[in-house]
């Protein structure tokens, strides 16, 4: 009786012992549940652990979709970027690449090409590439796509130099996506262009060259009622005149006359001042002053006749869309290995949209660049070939203190090689 007792009050223990793990157990596995179902969004309350194991399922089941529309978006991408007619390569933090799609391989010239293996410099060597992938990293917050304009060389001088444009797209985690697009149609496009707008200048300079005679000469010779018509005739002329020398002076720049430049030792601030005189009889009439501050000796090295013509446009728009009796700014700064120059007036300035678009030829806003105001549209062509010319840069916006038009333009000091 008392082995029975003993092996019955055992059993006992041993299944009471049972069901307390498995309740200590099943509660924590519940517990555990309940802490899974935290972390997915928009948790339904666990009445079981039944319940639970469904949602788990649910979620899982979307997941895996969201998995499958993601891998499908790049199975997408890699075809799409296979077949695109612009180059396409991306870089790591450590600049080595990671894609590159048949268009960059054609236009980089890259045989044999493999991902992840090599630096971007021992697959192509190009200085400005690798520039445009650095400021692409630095880049500010306000510019989320760098671009850039060069002539690629390809080395051991195997085939003939290519005109790129590049945009650089900054990744997570340092990385940097490139898109190459080969810039030689449109170039031939341009220069067409380019020499059919020169020959007609040159055609039209003889003619209004006699026209501009015969009004002068008629000016003396009619009487008062006839003089009014005589001199709107001189006025127009004049005005032509002035369109085909700016025509014959971007054709010039543009047909590659801009490489072949005068180079000389040239101080900026003299030829600021020499400018500004040209301009007086324009800006008295508006009571307007020049205002130069900065450095008094900006020297560098570049064709003088060409950067007087620079500084005589931005001065002349200074004053035209300037506010009468307001003054005309000009900043000169040493920059490092460059020379700042800033002009900036007290006008309207311009919307952000239009800072791009003044610079190309004939171009006028409805209000800051009426016709009314004169100039033949071209002058902020002619800035910005006379600038890239002496391999230097140029960016418009509003000036923050005065409201009207601040042009920053940087140039390098140093002696410029001959193309």
Known sequence: MGLATGI????????????????????RFRRELQRLGSLVSNPLPVHSSEEMLSLLSRQLRQQQLDWAGQNQQLQDWQYLSQRL?????????????????????????????QPGIKLLLEWVRSYELDQLIETTRRQEADRPTQ????????????????????????LPQSQV???????????????????????????LKTPLTSIRLLAETLQSRVDAAQAVWVERLLNETLRLSS??????????????????????????AFLVRKAWQSLEPLAKPRQ??????????ACLWGDEQRLYRLLLNLLDNAIKYGRPGSPVHVVLAEE?????????????GLAADQFELVFQPFYRTDTARARS???????????????????????????????????????????LDPL
């Open 177 to 203: 996506a490139i898109f190459l697009e080969d810039r030689l149609e449109a170039k031939m496009l341009t220069q067409q262009r380019d020499r059919w707008a020169s020959d007609v200048a040159h055609e």
């Open 85 to 113: 007619p612009w180059g396409y390569l991306r870089v790591d933090e450590n600049n080595v690449v990671l894609e590159c799609n048949p268009a960059a391989q054609r236009l980089l010239r890259i045989n044999q090409w």
């Open 8 to 27: 019955l009050i055992g059993v006992g223990v041993g299944l009471l012992c049972a069901l307390l793990l498995l309740w200590q157990s099943h509660r």
């Open 243 to 268: 369109l085909v020398q700016d025509l014959l002076e971007l054709s010039a720049l543009n047909l590659g006359a801009g490489s072949r430049l005068q180079l000389r030792s040239v101080d900026l």
């Open 147 to 170: 671009s850039r304009e060069w002539i690629f060389y390809p080395s051991g001088g195997d085939g003939k130099p290519i005109p790129l444009r590049g945009w650089g797209l900054p």
């Open 373 to 415: 105001k004169g100039g033949t549209g071209l002058g902020l062509a002619i800035v910005r070939q006379i600038v890239e010319a002496h391999e230097g840069t140029i960016r418009l916006c509003n000036h923050p203190q005065t409201g009207g038009l601040w042009v920053r333009v940087q140039l390098p000091q140093k002696r």
């Open 336 to 348: 490092g290995s460059a020379v700042g120059l800033e002009v900036y007036d007290h006008g309207s």
């Open 288 to 297: 307007q002053e020049l205002h130069l501050t900065g450095t008094t000796q």
